[in-house]
């Protein structure tokens, strides 16, 4: 009896990380691939210059 619900137990843990673990992954993908912002042309900064 309470190796069943170890055992429940285990693969409710189990899911919840995989899907937590899904969700990062596609989180770090949207990032990485989607759409980005332009790139400023070389040479050009696009902060404000300190002397």
Do not use: H, K
């Not at 069943?4 to 409710?12: G, V």
């Amino acid at each position: 009896m309470m190796n069943d619900m170890a055992d429940r137990w285990i693969q409710r843990v189990t899911l919840a990380a995989m899907v937590a673990m899904a969700a990062a992954l596609l989180t770090v993908g949207a990032r990485l691939y989607g759409p980005q912002q332009p790139r400023p042309p070389a040479g050009v900064s696009d902060s404000v210059r300190t002397p």
